[in-house]
């Protein structure tokens, strides 16, 4: 497997996270655009963000992991398969792509490039939301990788999909996401004031999901640790 130099790697992080969110930054203004019908606005938003998750994963998977996410990359120096001296960098990239991915999305729809979001997104459910929306997607990211590594791309793509509308949030589950969600004032938006909240939800959600999936999914080395009704390996 090739192993590409940092400055690559942190190239496909911000490209991948610019694309993501002007994904579904775009296609919020395009949604609400389109329709007063704000379930069938989020459908239409649901459906582009869980089609170019895929893609995006697919694609820049090889180069830099295509974590697009800094509690994903937290979660992946924990487990020591992302150096510590390249989180801060991964975190900056993911954070710059993500604000030049709402720049190009207003750009594309004649906006003014950053705004302001004045959509209110705070309280305990909305917390409760993106703690229960980020420990989902690390655990089918860490799940999928141990079991089917081929499929991640498509499993996160369907789990974001599905948490778009499972959760009270509306599954932001990506502190870069929503820094990027606060300086749009569209449908995708987020109050920069509610920020705290969901980073740290966000985080806490994703700690969580490591440590639930590090107990869940380690392997049996002690014969003495199975069921009798399992078998010995």
């Not at 950053?114 to 229960?132: D, F, H, I, N, P």
């Not at 985080?203 to 009798?228: H, S």
Request: charged share 10%; net charge neutral; no cysteine.
């Amino acid at each position: 497997m090739t192993t590409y130099p940092l400055s690559r790697r942190l190239v496909s992080e911000a490209f991948g996270t610019a694309l993501l969110v002007a994904t579904v930054v775009g296609s919020g203004i395009m949604a609400a655009s389109l329709t007063s019908d704000v379930a069938l606005a989020l459908l239409a938003n649901t459906l582009a963000t869980g089609a170019i998750l895929f893609v995006l994963i697919s694609i820049l998977g090889p180069v830099s992991g295509a974590h697009f996410n800094p509690a994903v990359s937290l979660v992946f120096a924990l487990r020591r398969e992302l150096s510590a001296a390249a989180v801060p960098a991964y975190i900056a990239a993911q954070i710059i792509g993500g604000v030049a991915g709402t720049m190009l999305a207003h750009a594309m729809f004649d906006l003014p490039l950053l705004q302001v979001s004045a959509t209110m997104r705070t309280g305990a459910a909305q917390w409760l939301a993106e703690v229960t929306a980020t420990f989902g997607l690390v655990f089918v990211i860490l799940a999928g990788i141990k079991f089917r590594a081929d499929a991640v791309a498509l499993l996160v793509g369907l789990y974001i999909t599905a948490a778009y509308w499972f959760t009270a949030s509306t599954s932001f589950a990506n502190p870069a996401v929503a820094i990027a969600r606060s300086l749009t004032n569209t449908f995708a938006g987020i109050r920069p004031i509610d920020l705290p909240g969901f980073i740290i939800s966000e985080v806490l959600g994703a700690l969580l999901a490591l440590m639930f999936a590090g107990w869940l999914l380690m392997d049996a080395r002690n014969p003495q640790t199975l069921t009798e009704t399992e078998p010995t390996p």
